[in-house]
């Protein structure tokens, strides 16, 4: 079912942003375009936090910490309010987010006419309340930098896109259903043996729970991993940005880094040189080549291997007596005769052969004194190489503490963050090992156990288990015939969406940036480009938006896009097509801008919606803002800290720097 939600406006109170009322609709119709142009350090971000918090009921659970930072420096006043109004198919819908700064708790009251009017909790209807979840949200609520998650094949946020604006999620509601079905009908079945079957319920049930469990904390550690390498990167970055302060003690402290690197290569060339010469025991030392050259001499000497093994026996049969000192007799010959087969035999002649040419291929001189003095020189050289390297460490530690002395304890600080965050870093990415690993044979009975493929045929098992019980294996059966075949249908559906997905982007890539030959090549949980990894800030900018227009488009829902900074890393020539194309992808589209976004991108805008745009000019009233409360519009809404204009003109000549702001 169609739904259409609408953003008519907000209002802030006491909150670190200013106070106001916007509104975005006359009534309950809103407009097609809204222009909200505010001067860096308004509250553009705030308001959108507090949007979003005011959507989603998550501001519950904010700590004290995170409620206290969004009162505004100087206020007295003990709570603050922020309320966001929306129409849910032309019906009001109220959400009225209160901060206590005092006691650092938040709460909501929800305001839905059509379901008992005010409620004093966060209470949007069944119908709504998917859409209003945090990465549901976040797919038409956000600032210029999501567009580069989409490309960030850490991440999932291709992928989450396309399931949650295509509704994909439906197919896995029914394959739930199926299953909820199956349970209900396994239930109301008498059996002999009640208590038996309800201890195997309790189980199933406890496994779903526990599957249920497991993929939220896979979730969870995946984009911790995504999140905490982030973190990583950027404590390293901050760490040689701050070491590289010092001049000349940092230009030794590359050097010495450089040196570090050639001490280490030089080291690993000469480990490999030594594993490779102690392949030869003739190397170690001189005595086993003396030893080995004696051997083959003597071999030599007694001709062995060919006369000790048939000359021998030859010899000994036409004797008269044995060696042994009796008489040679024809049994006694016969016997000799059979048993001389089994010694020296012709596998003994290879291996006698081959260790004498072995011998001799190595060459007396090398093999008694030459070998080992080589392998001496490679010790040497090993020796020499650790030695190098060890004092390249010293080095550079020596000259990385000198650079912390000069100037700052944060190099600490950021190390032992860095540290930490490594180490839960790898505690998520080996979690998401456990989770992944194949079923263990010895403990595939686990019901507490982290591998969800285990888990899974714990579920199956105990299904079945149920389902003959019950006398309901058919059922069961047909369930799973259907859960299998809804999951190939997901895959099948993604599939065909994503192709779809891609020719309809790349066509409208095609008009927005005609002067750049991009392509999307593929959809693989982020956004892959065709002939190269990375983009331009603008490219990505322009993709983004093509990509998540196309999606809104798709999901048969209507929903309003805001954006904080929609055209301000892109030239006016693409800021001109992107604010062409906004009004033919979306119902309604929501701006957060500064002046230097106007060019190019508000005129497109303008026309291609048909005029249906509102403009609106917020900044605040400081000191440095006197002279701009002068000849102010009629339209013009003053609190005791900001001042709305609503003016089309005012908008478009709007001018603030930031010594003013």
């Not at 189980?203 to 469990?213: S, T």
């Not at 002939?531 to 048969?556: C, P």
């Amino acid at each position: 079912m169609t739904m259409r939600i609408n953003l008519l406006g907000w209002s802030s109170e006491g909150m670190r942003c200013p106070d106001v009322r916007v509104d975005l609709a006359d009534g309950m119709q809103a407009s097609r375009v809204s222009l909200i142009q505010m001067p860096n350090g308004t509250g553009k971000t705030t308001t959108l936090t507090l949007i979003e918090a005011a959507m989603n009921g998550a501001a519950t659970k904010w700590s004290e910490i995170e409620v206290r930072d969004l009162r505004r420096a100087g206020d007295e006043r003990a709570k603050g309010s922020f309320v966001v109004r929306l129409a849910v198919d032309g019906k009001p819908l109220t959400f009225e987010l209160v901060l206590d700064f005092q006691r650092g708790v938040a709460s909501y009251r929800t305001t839905n006419p059509g379901s008992g009017g005010v409620q004093s909790n966060w209470s949007p209807p069944p119908s709504v309340r998917r859409f209003l979840k945090p990465e549901f949200l976040d797919l038409f609520i956000f600032d210029g930098e999501f567009a580069g998650k989409l490309f960030d094949q850490r991440g999932l946020e291709a992928e989450y896109a396309i399931d949650a604006l295509c509704q994909l999620y439906v197919i896995e509601d029914v394959s739930r259903f199926a299953e909820e079905a199956w349970s209900r009908k396994a239930k109301q079945v008498q059996v002999k043996s009640e208590s038996g079957l309800q201890r195997l319920q309790d189980a199933h049930q406890a496994l779903q729970r526990r599957k249920a469990e497991v993929i939220r904390f896979r979730e969870q550690a995946a984009s911790g991993v995504s999140r905490l390498h982030a973190d990583y990167e950027e404590f390293d970055r901050r760490i040689k940005a701050k070491l590289s302060g010092g001049a000349a003690t940092r230009e030794r402290f590359d050097t010495a880094q450089g040196e570090l690197a050639t001490a280490g290569a030089r080291l690993a060339r000469a480990s490999g040189a030594a594993m490779q010469a102690l392949r030869m025991p003739l190397a170690l030392h001189t005595s086993f080549g003396r030893d080995l050259w004696q051997l083959k001499e003597g071999l030599d000497r007694l001709r062995l291997p060919e006369n000790t093994s048939s000359q021998f026996f030859q010899e000994l049969l036409e004797e008269s007596d044995c060696i042994c000192g009796r008489e040679m007799t024809e049994g006694a010959r016969e016997e000799i005769r059979a048993r001389s087969e089994l010694y020296l035999d012709s596998p003994e002649y290879g291996i006698i052969n081959a260790m004498k040419t072995d011998i001799e291929a190595v060459g007396r001189d090398q093999a008694e004194s030459g070998l080992a003095i080589a392998f001496g020189t490679v010790i040497a050289e090993l020796a020499e190489a650790r030695r190098a390297k060890r004092l390249a460490d010293q080095d550079v530690e020596i000259l990385k503490q000198q650079l912390k002395d000069s100037g700052d304890a944060d190099i600490q600080t950021w190390e032992d963050e860095q540290a930490t965050v490594m180490t839960r870093l790898a505690e998520c990415r080996e979690l998401i090992t456990r989770i992944d690993a194949a079923v263990d044979e010895d403990n595939e009975e686990d019901p507490d156990t982290w591998s969800l493929a285990s888990l899974e045929g714990q579920l199956t098992h105990s299904g079945r288990q149920i389902a003959e019980i019950t006398d309901t294996l058919t059922l069961r059966r047909q369930t799973e015939m259907i859960v299998q075949l809804l999951k190939r249908t997901l895959e099948l559906a993604r599939g065909e969406i994503k192709a779809e997905l891609i020719e309809s982007c790349n066509e409208t890539i095609a008009k927005v940036l005609v002067n750049d030959p991009l392509r999307i090549s593929g959809i693989d949980k982020s956004l892959k480009l065709s002939g190269q990894s990375g983009a331009s800030v603008g490219q990505i900018l322009s993709v983004g938006y093509v990509f998540l227009m196309n999606v809104l488009k798709r999901g048969n829902n209507e929903l309003p896009l805001v954006v904080d900074s929609p055209a301000n890393p892109i030239d006016a020539g693409v800021r001109r097509r992107v604010g062409a194309l906004i009004p033919q992808l979306t119902e309604q589209f929501v701006g957060f801008t500064i002046n230097t976004e106007r060019e190019g991108f508000v005129p497109a805008l303008h026309e291609a919606a048909g005029g249906d745009v509102r403009y609106l000019t917020l900044f605040r009233r400081t000191p440095g803002t006197t002279n701009l409360m002068t000849n102010l519009p009629e339209t013009s809404t003053i609190s005791d800290n900001s001042v709305l204009v609503h003016d089309k003109r005012f908008f478009e000549t709007f001018d603030l720097t930031d010594e003013e702001a």
